[in-house]
């Protein structure tokens, strides 16, 4: 099976900025420790604080249906529900 790359756009409100910042160190650190996780980088946008993308790459496709039972990863989507954000994500297979 092939890797499968994500891109997950985060845009949050301004009152919710600490709040996820709070969180997003168990995120990465428990995302990385997966043995299924070949990468996983929290990045924010130049000239936003509020813009974030999650780089992330996975040995298959499986490894990321058991990143998404993970507690670390529930409580990322507990926060997107309880506070507004635009949410875009993408999945890509690596062509060369």
Not at 31 to 51: N, T, W
């Amino acid at each position: 099976m092939s890797e499968v790359h994500i891109l997950a756009g985060i845009e949050l409100s301004a009152a919710d900025r600490a709040a996820f910042m709070a969180f997003a160190p168990e995120l990465v650190a428990g995302s990385r420790s997966e043995a299924g996780c070949r990468r996983y980088d929290l990045m924010q946008e130049q000239g936003s604080d509020l813009a974030f993308m999650i780089v992330e790459t996975w040995a298959s496709a499986e490894a990321i249906e058991e990143h998404n039972g993970t507690p670390h990863f529930k409580k990322l989507v507990a926060f997107l529900k309880d506070h507004p954000a635009t949410l875009t994500i993408k999945k890509y297979n690596q062509l060369i």
